[in-house]
């Protein structure tokens, strides 16, 4: 069985600081994983995937996420926060090889502090 | 198309009505999801569709829910009885083998 989960619910970091959202899954097979990014009142989009190639991934918007898989975690950073990173961030844990169905950790909100 | 779409973008209804909601996937893609987020709440796994497989159907919150997907392309999710604690955004998400998945902007159901 897969799960993901996403340590905190909400992270605050101030302008121009770094940010790291952290993320632990679990699977029982080789995962493939992804950063989804939700701006307030917008759809779910894509930010990154691992899918067992490089273990450090870069995504757009300048965020980047490393899979440590002696860890289990997959988490996400980036060197410079933007005002315009304010949004709600989830963790996703799959098997896409058996393109099982996806599980979604519960979020976290990211609030940029001027 | 170039992406998934959902309709109605917005649903408003009375409690107790059914309603019906419609995902269109990109062409191609074999596996259909739906999920719905709730104010304040992280995304809930509803329902799953995989080829020509049986769904996984064990996200369903109660037996007012169904969804079914035709010709392995359009799906509807279809909620009757509707009660308040229903309302939420309803997601739609397809994907093909490696290559990720894609949402639709949801739909957006109140009921009253």
């Known amino acids: 069985a897969q799960s993901v989960t996403q340590l905190d619910s909400h992270v605050s970091v101030s302008e121009g600081t770094p940010v790291l959202l952290r993320c632990n899954y679990s699977s029982s097979y080789s995962p493939s994983l992804f950063w989804y990014v939700q701006h307030p009142n917008k759809g779910l989009q894509l930010l990154l995937k691992y899918t067992s190639a490089a273990t450090l991934v870069k995504g757009i918007n300048g965020f980047e996420a490393e899979f440590k898989k002696s860890e289990t975690s997959f988490h996400l950073t980036k060197p410079s926060a933007h005002m315009s990173d304010a949004a709600e961030y989830f963790c996703v844990v799959s098997d896409m090889n058996r393109d099982d169905k996806i599980i979604f950790g519960k979020g976290t909100r990211l609030h940029i502090l001027p | ?112």
């Open chain 2, 1 to 112: 198309g170039a992406g998934v779409s959902q309709s109605p973008s917005n649903k408003v209804t009375e409690k107790g009505k059914d309603v019906e909601l419609r995902c269109d996937p990109i062409s191609g893609h074999t596996a259909l999801y739906w999920y719905r987020q709730s104010l304040g709440q992280g995304l809930e796994f509803l329902i799953y569709f995989q080829g020509n497989s049986a769904p996984d159907k064990s996200g369903l919150p109660s037996d007012r829910f169904s969804a079914e997907r035709t010709g392995g392309s359009v799906s509807t999710l279809t909620i009757q009885r509707t009660q308040q604690e229903d309302s939420a955004v309803y997601l739609c998400a397809s994907s093909l083998f490696s290559q990720g998945y894609t949402f639709g902007s949801g739909t957006r159901l109140t009921v009253v």
